[in-house]
């Protein structure tokens, strides 16, 4: 944090600011398109997935987890710098108190591995996961971006890596860098689906178990939004952790879904898919007034991610 605050030419604009490649592409809604990517790359990694299954509210605060989440990775990207810098403290402390061991073993994990949640490596394996996602969906929604809009992003965002106190000596130089890390990952047998995983998978897209006291067995059904989500998720992610996820692919309406959506997207006024976090940065920094948009769209994807997972 204090080689960040170093490097950060104006404190009022935050970590990143205007005319970053962060904001240009990081500060819309279509970035909710690839959470389901990103969340189960996540949960790819037994760090990660032990660590959720043994400590985490999600399945009992789907929505709270959520906005939690949001809440202080928008700070860091969009807040002025003491802001983010509040909020990477605040999830620093918040991951010290989380640590343990996984119960089995999974891929080259033994059991008995301790885990904790600042784990450097599980750590590093996170906020790539969020880069390449990120790269993904505008890939999808954009097209090809150009090489140096790839090394850009993928160097800038960086100084995220840094609020997670990931050292600079891991980070990536550019894009191909990027890309061979996650290459290796993915090949590896580390990053492989636990059972715990596969459960919280299967929750996060509405088809886990019934609540206790239910008096219907076996799986829940799931939603339509739950399956949207599934099949988009299936379409995003890497074949192999699809299948070991137990997503259920449909990749035509994946594909015309997405294809619908960039067409809707396209047609919209900035206002109306700018996160509410961006406009709230540019009337920080311009005076420009927020859009009356902002808080019908937070409430929208709190909503939407209630729903697929199909929590009351």
Partial sequence: MAELRARVADPHAGVFGP????????SDV?????????????????????????????RADVVGRF?????????????????????ARRVHRIH?????????????????????????????WVHATLVDTTLEVRRRIDGALSPDVLDRYVVEMNRLALLFGIPRTLLPVDHAAHAAYMAEMLASNYIV???????????????GEPEAGSEQGGARAQSMIGRLGEVISHELLPPHLAAQLGL?????RARAILAAFRTIYRRLPRATVALPAYGAARHRLTGEAPSRLAGPTARLLLELARRTAGAA
């Fill in 19 to 26: 005319g970053s490649i962060a904001w240009e592409i990081g």
């Fill in 30 to 58: 279509a970035l909710f398109a690839g959470g389901g990517r990103a969340a189960l790359l996540q949960l790819a990694h037994p760090m990660v997935a032990f660590a959720i299954d043994q400590h985490s509210r999600t």
């Fill in 67 to 87: 906005q939690r989440t949001f809440d202080n990775m928008f700070a860091m990207v969009f807040g002025d710098l003491d802001t983010a810098f509040a909020a």
């Fill in 96 to 124: 010290a108190r989380v640590h343990g061991v996984i119960s089995e073993e999974v891929g080259g994990w033994a059991a008995g591995t301790p885990y904790h949640a600042n784990d450097v490596g599980a750590l590093r």
């Fill in 193 to 207: 689906v636990a059972p715990c995983a596969r459960a919280m998978a299967a929750f996060l897209i509405g088809r």
């Fill in 248 to 252: 259920r692919g449909a990749p035509l």
